[in-house]
């Protein structure tokens, strides 16, 4: 059984989609920008599986924000990770070490960033080391195979994203009535 607790949720602060004006390896991409607190083990990767069935028309648009429900725990498909490719991460500021009593606003005002400089470089590196090798996984036969057969095999019965969309507009009536806030 698997104990659920504050430190379990995760906050996804901004979600973006786009195409992308290049093919890698003459395969089309989509960019996903993902800006979170924190992310889980194979988060991203079930997140990006589960807009790809919803895309696809194997869940229903409602699945997403249901799914997302505090109380909803679902089956979700989780796509292989030789077709995603990280291409940054950024940190916001620390947060402040308050275990001595009082916040160290030096502390609490660091960040990681990287200068434009090093951004080029990477980008380069990027490009000549990644993107053929991600070009290559999407044009294999296994990539075809996950989408047309594993991800349908992956998501969740019908009966089952039918119940946890009954499930989630029961939770968002209750929270609205018993704390009056409109539901998010």
């Known amino acids: 059984m698997l104990l659920l607790t ?6 996804v602060l901004f979600a973006d989609c786009s195409l992308l004006t290049e093919l890698v390896g003459g395969e089309p991409c989509v960019r996903l920008t993902l800006v979170g607190e924190s992310f889980l083990l194979h988060q991203i990767r079930k997140m990006v599986a589960t ?3 919803v895309a696809r028309g194997h869940l229903p648009p409602a699945f997403i924000p249901a799914a997302l429900c505090r109380p909803a ?3 979700v498909p ?3 990770a030789a077709t995603l490719l990280l291409a940054d991460a950024s940190f916001r500021p620390f947060r402040p070490d308050t275990s001595t ?3 160290d606003p030096a502390h609490s005002a660091r960040q990681l960033d990287a200068s434009e400089a090093v951004r080029a470089r990477v980008d380069g590196w990027a490009a000549a080391s990644l ?3 991600l070009g290559a996984a999407l044009a294999d ?3 075809d195979e996950f989408v047309e057969k594993n991800l349908v095999d992956m998501c ?5 994203a039918a119940l946890l969309l009954e499930q989630a507009e029961a939770y968002k009536a209750s929270r609205q009535e018993r704390e009056g806030t409109p539901w998010r």
């Open 131 to 133: 993107l053929p090798p």
């Open 156 to 160: 969740a019965e019908p009966e089952d």
């Open 6 to 11: 504050p430190r379990s949720f995760r906050r």
């Open 73 to 75: 725990r679902t089956r």
């Open 101 to 103: 009593g009082a916040p």
């Open 51 to 53: 807009a790809l069935a």
């Open 141 to 143: 036969a296994a990539w």
């Open 78 to 80: 989780m796509v292989g």
